[in-house]
């Protein structure tokens, strides 16, 4: 192995966990290959153990490589197919975090204290009409934090601000027209096919298995649209593994298709670095990448986001341009300032290491 570390580029475990990531994607180390020690690898790169550990923890975290009893960390990665195992490490967190829902609530005192700067600051201004796309200045905070949290660079006039997941679900169809077929996964969240049927779309069932939709029933499919939710489907709380993500992306890159990607509930990911998106895997810019703020910050603030490929961007305009945004003015702002002070990342940032410690008290 010949990484390349730079020192004077922070954080250093990102650059190695990067490096071992590619090379098992392009399978210069191939499946059940093992890796060197973490001791190895360390006195190899120049970097300290705990680096190298946190690069593997991330690589298991993700599905591309797991740790065996006397063996080490051994690839479970196939770019063929999507039968890799989840590590036992994200395993671990998993069973915790699907019996145990009580995260840490928004706090009321930050939300409150948040509304009434918004409000002397903005004045009048909060009365006004939206954008028809949602307010600039969240498209671009959302822009940034995607970019900072979950690996997607995208323009700010690629994102649609909208009412919650359901109301981009109908946005979604009749973008993409009503002549299309959908897959989606079976269990999946229940208002997904309600919202789907509603609007006379035919809809296709592909079974989830433990690392994701069943490859067999993926491959058979008629349908062109696959609307799934890889970080952790409901309520089964299946993830689907590096494997089965890359499948999905090859799945799509045939054909005039599309992903539409539901990263719903992600950021409460354990892993310092979130999954990777499917809208980051594609080459293909035909992933449409949908989240909203229900979770993280209260259900009733009714406020979700889509991130459009770009060659939909003008179509999207042309279409449906004139629909009004759904999410009032003033709360617009509101999540604007909570992106931009970094009260909603650090609220992320609690969640997640509540999780973590559940997660480790009950091992």
Known sequence: MNYII???????????YNQIRDDIVNEILRFNSKLPSIRGLA?????????????????????YVEPRERSGFVVCFR????????ASLSRKYHSAYHTDHSYPDFSLSVLSKTMRKVITEHGDLLLEKSPNLGCTELREAIKNYLRRNRGITVDAEQIVIGSGSEYLYGLI?????????????????????????????????????????????????????????P??????????????????????????????????????????KPTETLFALSEHDNVIYLNT???????????????????????YKEKLGFYSCTVPTFMQYVLTELIDNGD??????????????KGSDKT
């Open 344 to 357: 909603f990342e650090r609220h992320i940032n609690r969640v997640r290491r509540t999780i973590r410690k």
């Open 43 to 63: 006195e190899e790169t120049g970097v300290s153990t705990v680096t190298v550990a946190h690069a593997y923890e991330l690589l298991c975290d993700e599905g």
């Open 173 to 229: 169809v009749e973008l993409l027209g009503r002549n299309r077929i959908f897959a989606i996964e079976s269990p999946s969240y229940k208002k997904i096919e309600q919202v789907y049927k509603a609007t006379e779309i035919r809809c296709e069932l592909l079974p989830l298995q433990q690392t994701g939709i069943d490859s067999k029933a993926l491959a058979e499919t008629s349908a062109d649209i696959l609307h799934t939710t």
């Open 6 to 16: 730079d020192k004077e580029k922070r954080p250093v475990y990102l650059q190695l």
């Open 231 to 272: 970080y952790r489907s409901y309520p089964s709380g299946v993830t689907a593994t590096a494997s089965k993500r890359h499948e999905y992306v090859r799945w799509a890159s045939k054909g005039e298709r599309y992903i539409i990607e539901d990263d719903f509930e992600s950021e409460f990911s354990v892993s310092t």
């Open 293 to 315: 703020f229900s979770k993280t910050i209260s259900p009733s603030l009714r406020i979700g986001y889509m991130v459009l490929p770009m060659h939909l961007v003008d179509v």
């Open 79 to 86: 770019k063929k197919d999507g039968f890799a195992a989840s």
